[in-house]
T-cell receptor, first 113, second 116 residues
């Protein structure tokens, strides 16, 4: 079945530092790729997505590029803020059928002032 | 507009009791999903409904778990004879079509279930 390997955390950064959270996946067919974020005390929400190879998803300064050749979807942000502290989940969506999400284990990010 | 809502937000029950968790998806969304978030297992898929099609129950961990969706809208997840390992946050999500992997799933706030 589908699987996701996500960079282990927790990740602790100072404000304005560069962030990379690695994500690689295995999936049947041609999945769409998602990053979801869970802020403290809040529900899971979409951060960004990409639906075909070489597409770049972006939102709130975060970016991730769909790399089919390396089956990766690494999340990056050039300058993190304290408000980015959250848990980040990488998730491919079923490639040959419907949109069932397979989640990575999540990466806890803490940003200090 | 209104997002996905779930009730109750918290549920504490005794081992062996049955519980029902409710999900109201976004109006007009044809696909509805249940996931479970626990410390040991992370976020895992449980069941999927798409329109009037038979649900995909492949993620349900045991026959104590069941779910239904009435009128293509509200869904209820039922856990019979609860066990302590059922303690988790149960998340519901909906999407517009579901049959396409490109669809974004919108999540509810979850129900935190604690089995004593």
């Amino acid at each position: 079945g589908d699987s996701v390997t996500q960079m282990e955390g927790p990740v602790t950064l100072s404000e304005e530092a560069f962030l990379t959270i690695n994500c690689t996946y295995t999936a049947t067919g041609y999945p769409s790729l998602f990053w979801y974020v869970q802020y403290p005390g809040e529900g899971l929400q979409l951060l960004l997505k990409a639906t075909k190879a070489d597409d770049k998803g972006s939102n709130k300064g975060f970016e991730a590029t769909y790399r089919k050749e390396t089956t990766s979807f690494h999340l990056e942000k050039g300058s993190v803020q304290v408000s980015d502290s959250a848990v980040y989940f990488c998730a491919p969506s079923g490639g040959t059928s419907y949109g069932k999400l397979t989640f990575g284990q999540g990466t806890i990010l803490t940003v200090h002032p | 507009g209104a997002g996905v809502s779930q009730s109750p937000s918290n549920k504490v029950t005794e081992k062996g009791k049955d519980v029902e968790l409710r999900c109201d998806p976004i109006s007009g969304h044809t696909a509805l999903y249940w996931y479970r978030q626990s410390l040991g297992q992370g976020l895992e898929f449980l069941i999927y409904f798409q329109g009037n099609s038979a649900p995909d129950k492949s993620g349900l961990p045991s026959d104590r778990f069941s779910a239904e969706r009435t009128g293509g809208s509200v869904s209820t997840l039922t856990i019979q004879r609860t066990q302590q390992e059922d303690s988790a946050v149960y998340l519901c999500a909906s999407s517009l079509w579901g049959a396409r992997s490109t669809d974004t799933q919108y999540f509810g706030p979850g129900t935190r279930l604690t089995v004593l």
